[in-house]
Structure formats: C-alpha cells, structure tokens
DNA sequence: ATCCAGGTTGTCC
DNA sequence: GGACAACATGGA
C-alpha cells in the first residue's frame, strides 16, 4: 500500500507491529496529548498535527500551515516515526531472553522516534528527578512562554519548542513562570553552549556514543542519563542504554549478569520496551518497589 | 507529613 | 574511586 497524501492530510501505512499510542505515550516524548476520540494532537518542528491509528494506516492533518510541500510530508513522518528501522529484527534479538521477550511482547509497538537534538536534550534536562507527568508540564510552560504562537485550525493554542538562542539570553528567573526549579541553570547552560556552537548537536551524530556523552555532559545538569537520553531519542544512537530508576531496577532483578551482549547495537529499544513494561508491571521488578 | 519522580552536583572521605 | 545530602515542585 501507498502514502496517499495531500497537502495538509497524509494517509501513511505502517509498518507490522508497530503502534501510535505505544509510541507516543512510552516516556520518550512530551508534548503529543490523546484526545477524547483517541487521535494525538502535538507539535513536530513547528508545526501542529493531529493523528490516529486505523486501518492499518497513520491518519495525519496538519493543523497549522503546512511547511512541507506536496508531497514531503510521507517523508517527514517516515522518519519521524523510524518506519525504515527494521523492528522485528529487534524484537527477534530480544526474543532470546525471557525478561526482554516478556518486554518486547508488551511493548513492541514502540519504535524510537527521531525527535530534534535540542528539543530532546532541553526536554530530558527538565527531566531529571521528576516524574512524567510533570515533566510533560515543565515542557508545556517553556513553550508556552517562550516558543513562538502557531495558528491551528482547531482553536487551540499551539507554541513551538523554544531555540536555543531564544533561550540563551534569559536568566534563572526568567525561567521562573515554567517552574522547574534547581533545572532553570541547567536549561539556560545548555541553550548557551547550543547557540554559541560551543556545543554542536547535530555534529555528534557523526560521533562514537562516548564522545558524544563526553561532550554532552560538559553542559550542566548533564549527566550519563540526561546525555544518554538526548542521544537516544534526539540523535538516534540505538546503542544507548538511559538508566533511570526504574531501569536500573529492571536490570539489577532481571539481569544480574548484565545486559545480553548481542542486545547491546539496540538496548536504546530494548529498554524503551522494557521500560514500558515495567511502568505498567511494577511487581515485575519487587525489590525496589 | 513523608516519600518519590526517565538525576546531577558538590562535598565529604 | 564511592557514599550522601541537597536541589524545586507537586502528586500520592
């Protein structure tokens, strides 16, 4: 089956196993809000989309002025959503051992979104020592006073994620309406060494994973996890391996040896399955509770 | 009221 | 090197 698509809706088939709402509402990412009907509102880049799951195909609108041309928008939402990666090879890599298979089943619909660097790195900043429905608020309030306005079809407001360079300048107390507390120096320290270039994002792509977090954790308030999640989900480095607390619960219960070797090229995805799992299975992981 | 959340920093040893 | 409190905020 073919993208069907026009310039403001897309009708994209995807790939077998994968799932929206598995991949929206995994942690990776905060600012895509279920509606009533069970369709996603969120903004990507600047612009405003609405999508469901049917049919064995993504229902995408634009909502705002479309910034792709005719035809652009299959692309974009193909790499958005990762639909080249190969995820059933994953899960048959996962399959071998019964915790990551136990994981893989229950959250295999997820596939790791190519979400921009900065808005990654900026958003799991505010991540730290926080829970994920806060930190879906932390992100709201920082584009809401400080993104730029988006006119939406539907009536709603929309803001884009804040630059970097908007950011720079501002101080602590500027940050003070997003209410994120001791994050305010940690946002505004990275956004300076984001816009300054003293930091290029884009450029540690090209980087092995080490250095990268090595670079990345000049910024403070950066530490392995903060750098390992920017990469992950910002940078697309499949070899990164975030532990949070509840990870590192999952891997001290379920894998006192450490993790499987040949998981290792794409632990980013085994331990967003893993991490799924765990959230709605918290028994599974008893000990840490 | 105390504990916890997709952690990191600064300060002790 | 490791251990440990402190850090803002808000929900359970």
Redesign the pocket.
């Known amino acids: 089956m073919q993208a069907v698509e026009t310039r403001r809706e897309l009708l994209l088939p995807i790939p077998p196993g994968f799932s929206l709402s598995q991949t929206l509402d995994?942690?990776?990412c905060f600012r895509w809000k279920v509606q009533p009907d069970g369709s996603w509102t969120g903004v990507v880049e600047g612009s405003v989309f609405r999508i469901r799951e049917g049919e064995g195909c993504l229902h995408i609108v634009c909502l705002s002025a479309p910034h792709r041309a005719e035809g652009e928008m299959s692309d974009f939402f193909r790499r958005y959503f990762d639909f080249d990666t190969d995820y059933r090879a994953i899960k048959t890599l996962c399959g071998a051992h019964p915790a990551l298979r136990a994981a893989a089943e229950f959250a295999g619909g997820i596939h790791i979104l190519r979400q921009q660097p900065w808005e990654a790195l900026c958003t799991f900043i505010l991540?730290?020592?926080?829970?994920?429905?806060?930190i879906a608020g932390l992100v709201e309030r920082l584009c809401e006073n400080f993104g730029q306005a988006i006119p939406a079809l539907d009536g709603t407001r929309y803001f884009s994620f804040p630059s970097p360079e908007v950011l720079a300048p501002l101080t602590a107390e500027d940050l003070a309406p997003v209410?994120?507390?001791?994050r305010a120096k940690y946002v505004l320290d990275a956004a300076r060494k984001a816009s300054s270039g003293e930091i290029r994002l884009e450029e540690l792509e090209r980087a092995p994973t080490p250095e990268a977090m090595e670079r990345l954790?000049e910024i403070?308030?950066?530490?392995?996890?903060?750098?390992q999640?920017a990469l992950l989900f910002g940078l697309h480095k499949l070899d990164c391996l975030?532990r949070?607390?509840?990870?590192g619960r999952a891997l001290d219960a379920l894998f006192p040896e450490g993790f499987p070797e040949e998981v290792l090229p794409v632990a980013g995805a085994a331990?967003?399955y893993l991490?799924h799992y765990v959230r709605h299975h918290p028994e599974a992981v008893e000990g840490g509770k």
């Open positions: 995994c942690g990776q991540s730290q020592n926080n829970n994920i429905k806060r209410r994120c507390g001791f954790m403070k308030g950066v530490g392995p996890k903060v750098a999640c975030p949070d607390v509840w990870i331990q967003q991490f």
